[in-house]
């Protein structure tokens, strides 16, 4: 309680000798003593580096005033902030060094941490949904649990994927919050961390990631209306040494992000366009192909094809070994598919229908991570050109898909 005496600031503290008698009163005592002592609670966020330990940088600046101005009163938890503008400042104004959990020791990839709250406990940093930045880096981290996409377990780590923007209603924004984060990331080139937890599961640290680009597609907000959602496109690399980078995360640096028109323009020929609409679209954006616009056109490639097999699969599953599709619709009220490549991206597999089916998630799984991927492979590309055949026939004599 305040005695009405004078209140010592921040910037009263000017003595480096009362900073290093806080310290050595905060290892005689012990963290939980010294911090009852003062009120304060452990921080979260900015240590003093002392000999290899982290120590409680805003209370020990407390002490550090009460130690300088014995005649002043205390200073409380609420009464300063311990960050960048506040304790941390004064302290290194000091010559004193202040790091956060994630400087010392930062996440390792394959690290698992039981929730977000789990997570913030051992790097700091709020608890935001969505995107974040751990204090004292520029580095981001993304974040995707059973509510995303990847409900179940995570994605492909070896081509490229998506991650859906923040905001759950109306059309998605590039300024809106995290969403901010990511486009930084895009526009900077600097490697982000992508976090998975599955149902049921722990967070982890599965990989590095660069984000490539962005497209605008169609989704559901949480009011049930339809709106344009940001799908960035994270490409999976081996660690934050662009040289060791995959050459389309290289050149992701250099790309001008696809608005919201070219999408529409590239993907969707017309409002319900037919699968023949988008095979042909997808022979016009290879004609066009320029070495320096070369992912700009994959990207829009990779829509059109992924929408030409829904299409074409009609809402079942294209494996002929399908034991039955999953009874409950998806979020939209379509039907539960995976458009997969039949062979991989990374292992020179195309964008285009004839190495893509719609499967399952059973199939999918099994495909995937199955003992018998090559007879997969060969019934998959037998199964994907008749399917295309039938299409391509029922289109040209004058039906749609």
Not at 250 to 267: I, K, M, N, S
């Amino acid at each position: 309680m305040r005695s009405g005496g004078s209140v010592a600031r921040l910037s009263d503290l000017t003595e480096s000798t009362a900073v290093e008698g806080a310290i050595s009163e905060f290892r005689r005592l012990g963290r939980e003593d010294f911090l009852d002592r003062y009120g304060f609670g452990e921080s979260r966020d900015y240590f003093i580096l002392d000999g290899g330990d982290l120590i409680d940088s805003k209370p020990v600046v407390a002490a550090a005033l009460a130690l300088q101005h014995p005649a002043a009163e205390r200073l409380g938890p609420d009464d300063f902030t311990g960050g960048i503008s506040g304790a941390v400042r004064v302290l290194r104004s000091l010559g004193f060094t202040v790091v956060t959990r994630a400087q010392v020791k930062p996440p390792l990839r394959g690290a698992r941490y039981r929730d977000r709250a789990a997570v913030r406990a051992a790097f700091g940093g709020d608890m935001m949904a969505g995107p974040i930045r751990f204090p004292g880096e520029d580095i981001v981290n993304l974040f995707s649990d059973a509510s995303g996409p990847y409900a179940d377990e995570s994605p492909s780590l070896t081509e490229t994927f998506g991650y859906r923007g923040q905001g759950q209603v109306g059309d998605q924004r590039v300024d809106y919050r995290a969403n901010r984060l990511i486009e930084e990331a895009r526009t900077s080139g600097t490697p982000a961390r992508f976090w998975h937890r599955p149902k049921g599961g722990e967070f982890t640290f599965e990989c590095w990631v660069v984000v490539e680009n962005r497209v605008w597609v169609e989704g559901v907000g949480t009011d049930g209306q339809e709106r344009l959602e940001i799908d960035w496109r994270l490409t999976p690399v081996p660690s934050t040494d662009p040289q060791e980078w995959p050459e389309p995360a290289r050149l992701a640096r250099t790309v001008t992000p696809l608005t919201r028109e070219e999408v529409a323009g590239a993907a969707e020929v017309s409002p319900s366009p037919t699968y023949g609409e988008l095979v042909r679209r997808l022979a016009d954006l290879e004609r066009t192909t320029e070495p320096q616009t070369v992912r700009r056109i994959a990207y829009q490639r990779q829509y059109a094809a992924r929408r030409a097999v829904l299409i074409r699969s009609a809402g079942q599953c294209e494996s002929e070994r399908c034991t039955g599709m999953p009874a409950e619709p998806n979020r939209k009220g379509m039907p539960i598919l995976d458009v997969d490549h039949i062979v991989e991206l990374s292992q020179g597999g195309a964008d285009h229908p004839l190495n893509m089916v719609a499967l399952c998630p059973n199939c999918h799984a099994a495909k995937t991570r199955g003992q018998h991927a090559k007879r997969w492979e060969k019934e998959l590309r037998r199964i994907a050109q008749a399917a295309h055949d039938r299409s391509r026939l029922a289109a040209n004599e004058g039906s749609t898909v």
